[in-house]
């Protein structure tokens, strides 16, 4: 009987890195809080060098799962955490930016994710959940507010709905997909022609969104929340004529890529997540 051959995988000695600590975290053994041995400990352990194991650490706390402390201390050194928010958020926005998703896309998730929160929300929302919302939305209501500071405000104003809905994935995906087009929603509120009545316009629903929640009238505010979405969002896509285009090898892109790399490499001074 022949012998079969298997490819070997070549990997890089950080990704072999990974792969132990990864391994480590779904056996149970390290848990959000938990602290990592020195490196001067750690390395030796894996029979690496320092810096194949500093890169494996700085991948672990680009994706939101590590924060490292230079320095000596109580607090110094690397620690397991939970922070996805802002990992994904970063992670959307670029592939956005190249193309990987279509404007489209981000608006059908939007729609299907804030759908799900609003009428979760209206069901089961604790009051001080819903009254944090509530100071969101008079901060964003009081008179001269800019767009930047307008764009922030919103955004929170979604992802407490979220957080409020009791999904916590639901909420760290909202945030994400909102985080995606954050330039290019503060771009578009820069843009209108008349700053006050648009403002106002997006306020009038956000205070009909909330006093549903609060009411219990789930279907109807989440059938208001795609009314809102697609009022404003789409006419982001109405604005840049987004074509999905897939060539041969099955890489999707969009003709906009170049507005939204624009839009995506601002320096982010405006909306957070």
């Known amino acids: 009987m022949p012998v079969e051959w298997q490819p070997v995988r070549q990997s890089r000695t950080h990704e072999l890195v990974l792969q132990s600590i990864e391994e480590q975290v779904f056996a149970g053994k390290l848990r959000a809080g938990d602290r990592l041995p020195p490196e001067r400990e750690l390395a030796p352990v ?3 060098s320092r810096s194949a194991l500093r890169e494996a650490l700085r991948v672990l706390e680009t994706i939101g799962v590590l924060v490292a402390q230079p320095g000596r201390g109580p607090d110094a050194g690397a620690r397991i955490v939970r922070n996805p928010d802002d990992a994904l958020g970063r992670l959307l926005r670029l592939h956005f930016a190249l193309g990987s998703y279509s404007l489209h896309d981000v608006l ?4 299907a994710l804030e759908r799900s929160s609003f009428a979760a929300a209206a ?5 001080a959940d819903l009254d944090e919302a509530a100071e969101l939305l008079a901060r964003m209501t009081r008179p001269g507010v800019p767009p930047e500071e307008f764009n922030e405000l919103d ?3 979604h992802v407490q709905i979220a957080h409020s809905s009791g999904n916590a994935l639901t909420s760290t995906l909202t945030a994400a997909v909102r985080e995606s087009v954050r330039p290019l929603i503060l771009r578009a509120l820069e843009a209108a022609e008349d700053w006050a009545a648009t403002a106002a316009a997006l306020n009038a629903q956000h205070t009909e969104l909330l006093a549903l929640v609060r009411a219990g009238r789930g279907e109807e505010a989440a059938d208001l929340a795609e009314v809102h979405i697609r009022g404003f969002h789409g006419t982001l896509i109405d604005e840049t004529h987004p074509t999905d285009t897939t060539d041969t090898t099955g890489t999707t892109g969009t003709t906009d890529t170049a507005d939204t790399s624009d839009a995506a490499a601002d320096d982010g001074r405006a909306g957070g997540r």
Do not use: S
């Open 46 to 48: 894996f029979g690496v």
């Open 108 to 111: 059908e998730a939007r729609v």
């Open 123 to 127: 069901r089961q929302a604790a009051p």
């Open 155 to 157: 955004t929170r104003f």
